[in-house]
């Protein structure tokens, strides 16, 4: 059974199954070009950039059933796929330059992929927002507040009256869900 979409800020607009092919197309013609660009600017390459967006909404397809709108958006939802299938496509041009070779013509030289480092910030950064937003609040505010604001352990215990040792099981419980909702999210790790 296929999760609901968000359509934007009409709320009349009926929701669409990602599921089915009108929900598809629709989440296609909202940020199909927009996943394009970002696979152009990470692989330099416009053939892999337009069979990255196929497979991102290969994948979303596929996968429908996992999307769930109250964790993440359906934008960050598919970013997080076109990351994974980006990295994919690199490594499988690395690791078979010579096929590349063989379909090019000699006068096309392209350059290997290059993956722009604040795009690829930009990404990371909105995937781990989402993942953030699906683990317990307080670790959340423990991971926050020690590994991303950089703050001392006794600093953040007292600020939060707890002991440090509870605020250490805080961190480590938090990571292991972090990471399992990083997993539910389809990044690989």
Known sequence: MGRLIRRGPDPG???ERLDTEPGLRAAYA?????????????????GAAEEVVQEVFLRAWRRADTYDPQIASLRSWLYAIARNAVVDESRRVAARPWRRTL????????????????DQAVV???????????????????????????RAYAEVAAELGIPIGTLR?????????????MDEMGVEQ
């Open 103 to 118: 379909t090019d013509s000699p006068q096309e030289s392209r350059a290997a992929p290059v993956i722009d480092a604040a």
């Open 13 to 15: 607009r009926p929701a």
């Open 30 to 46: 909202a940020h199909g070009a927009e996943l394009f660009r970002f696979a152009l600017r990470q692989l330099g390459d416009e």
């Open 124 to 150: 990371d950064a909105w995937v781990v927002e989402e993942a953030l937003r699906r683990i317990r609040p307080e670790h959340r505010e423990a991971i926050v507040a020690t590994h991303l604001r950089g």
């Open 169 to 181: 099981s805080r961190i480590f419980y938090g990571m292991k869900a972090l990471r399992l909702a």
